[in-house]
């Protein structure tokens, strides 16, 4: 009896994890075209092309696929918000970015971090100039236009820095942007209220506005029940639901895709370039000592400015 019921379940997971949203939208499909095809014989379907010179059809079009739009964005917004939040692996590597930064800032690597993104930037430039140029040379058949070609390469290597190409550069604050946003100043002091509530209208405000300009230019007339009401009900119903999960499905895929990729480069960029600058031991250990005599000195000078304050006063 217990292998019958484990067996059961195993089916009733199985079942579950190959019908996915996906299919169920087409499933919805498929059954909203034979519905469509057995009530046309009930039905009689009129075309009038007037009404594509009428203002109000095109009102009316615009507010209905308009909404859609506005609720396909705010479940993007939203499932993508949650799903970083919630994403143990994302917030791992915006911790590690973090670190890393911390670790940059604390042992004055800042300028050959600086460097070290300008050799990298300028390596990639010069692979896509010649990639550029190599594609250009196969393409010519003219051995005259190839050995023009050819050194203009050659030429244009030289003075790479100065030449414009297209490639994908690298940005320092594209690296550590919002690497700080999930890690809260320890030492802060202040509970971030008005941050979060600055953060939250400047993502929340446009969305909201939207939708409220939108339901505020509606005009309802009602309209006689009837069969076709009743499709147009199930349409414009399957057409919001699959803006929601197209929407949803779209912000889950972003954060557990090119957002995860992006951050797990990132790390590993910076990662690269703290084995290669990392100070040894006994320079960290130097660094710091000096850190706490400057931290010493300053402590000192402040406070023999306050006393020189508090007799003034």
Known sequence: MSDKKESIKDTIIRVKDSFTLRQLAFAFVVIFGVAAGVVSDYLTVGWDASIFVQPAYWINLALSQGAIIVIMFCMYALTSEREEANNEAVQNLRKEIYKAHCIITRFGLSERFDDYVYIKNVRRKTKAYKRKMESKIFRTCNEEKQ???????????????????????????????RASFSMQDSESLEDGRIKTTRRMLLNKVISVIAFGVLLSSIVFDMRAFGIGIVLKTFLKLFQAAYAMYSGGRAGVDFIRGPLNTALDNRAAFIQKFLDKNMPSAEEQKVSEEKSAADEQTETEEILKRKKELESGN
């Open 147 to 177: 050995k023009q070609l050819r050194e203009e390469l050659e030429s244009g290597l030289k003075i790479i820095e100065s030449l414009k190409v297209k490639y994908d550069k690298i940005k320092i604050a594209t690296i550590f942007s």
